[in-house]
């Protein structure tokens, strides 16, 4: 099982519209609602592909119950921690030409009773675990060492950590060496700590990243693809071109591809070592972020990913090397 730890929940209205004119009155031409955030939509997207995945959450208020209703009626296995605040909505801006605008509320924030029982919930979670996908910025009231203590609870059961977070709580995380990372070029510097727009500084911090622990780094890179390194080779994942409907959760889906690859290398019995030093393995976990992150384009949901899509998609994806530096 693939267990998904997104605590900063949403109620998601996604609204599409010919363009979007900051300063006038816009009117748009459908809305949709959806419970979704980084955590719900890496669950979706692995629930669309018929995986086995359960997200745990924080729910709180009338948005939180529109939010876990909507979860069931999608099939999307959920464990809510219930907290005294609203969950909050944010609202995507979709436009004909495929370009989309978020506008996302405030964390709800979370007492000490209840962030104790959220991290007591996820522990024992993890007990019937094989992945954890760590997922996006934590809510207000987690301590600076929360995802830490996640990602040494997940080892000390066994269970490999894919981080898809940024920011001082991530960094502090990395001191618990997460085996992959997950991250956009623009967290990819903020952890490096230097300008990493070019192909040999990326190397540079791949290599700066395995020597923190971090054995697989992938990169997502919108429609030029995925980037992946594992401080000794670099691999870039080139996607087909799609008409984009809505790009708002390929991160997420991505995140889902890798976490898949991963679970699915792993339950054949493959050793953790020779895993990450594979160079077919490390392929493959890009090639599928990939394919998972352009399937999301596809659809009005964030992180829905069709399994028919996923599977055409993979198949189109071209994997070669890049220069390691």
């Known amino acids: ?44 997207a692995l629930v669309g592909i018929g995986a086995e995945a359960r997200v745990i959450c924080y729910a709180g208020g009338a948005t939180g119950r529109l939010f876990l209703e909507q979860l069931a009626l999608e099939g999307i296995s959920c464990d809510p921690v219930p907290i005294a605040a609203e969950t909050r909505v944010c609202t995507t801006f979709a436009e004909a030409d ?34 954890l996908a760590l997922m996006g910025t934590p809510v ?81 890179l919108g429609a030029d693809g995925v980037e992946a390194g594992d401080g000794r080779r670099v691999l870039h994942a080139a996607v087909p071109r799609v008409a984009v409907v809505n790009s708002v959760g390929s991160g997420d889906a991505a995140a889902a591809g890798v976490a898949w690859s991963l679970h699915e290398t792993l339950a054949s019995g493959t050793d953790a070592d020779a895993l990450f030093a594979s160079r077919d ?20 949901v964030n992180g829905r990913v069709l399994d028919a899509d996923f599977r055409r998609l993979r198949a189109e994806v071209t994997v070669h090397n890049l220069p390691a530096g």
């Not at 990395?174 to 490096?192: D, I, S, T």
């Not at 890009?286 to 009005?300: D, S, V």
């Open 140 to 220: 207000r009231g987690e301590t600076p060492d929360g995802y830490r203590q996640l990602v040494r609870a997940a080892h000390a059961r066994g269970v490999a950590v894919v981080l898809d977070a940024a920011g001082p709580i991530a960094a502090n995380a990395l001191a618990e060496r997460p085996e992959v990372l997950k991250v956009n070029a623009g967290e990819l510097a903020q952890f490096a700590g230097f300008d990493t727009a070019g192909p040999v500084a990326r190397a540079r911090a791949y290599r700066g990243l395995r020597d923190r622990g971090v054995r697989w780094i992938l990169v997502t």
């Open 1 to 44: 099982m693939i267990l998904v730890i997104g605590q900063n929940a949403a109620w998601q209205k996604v609204c599409t519209l010919r363009r979007l004119d900051p300063g006038a009155v816009n009117r748009l031409d459908s809305v949709i609602a959806f419970g979704s955030s980084k955590g719900p939509n890496t669950a979706r």
């Open 98 to 131: 495929g370009r989309c605008t978020e506008v996302i509320e405030p964390a709800p924030e979370v007492t000490d009773a209840e962030r104790a029982a959220f991290r007591g919930l996820a522990e024992r979670r993890l007990a019937s675990a094989r992945v």
């Open 281 to 300: 393995r490390l392929a493959d976990a890009a090639a599928c972020a990939a394919a998972m992150g352009t399937a999301n384009c596809l659809n009005l």
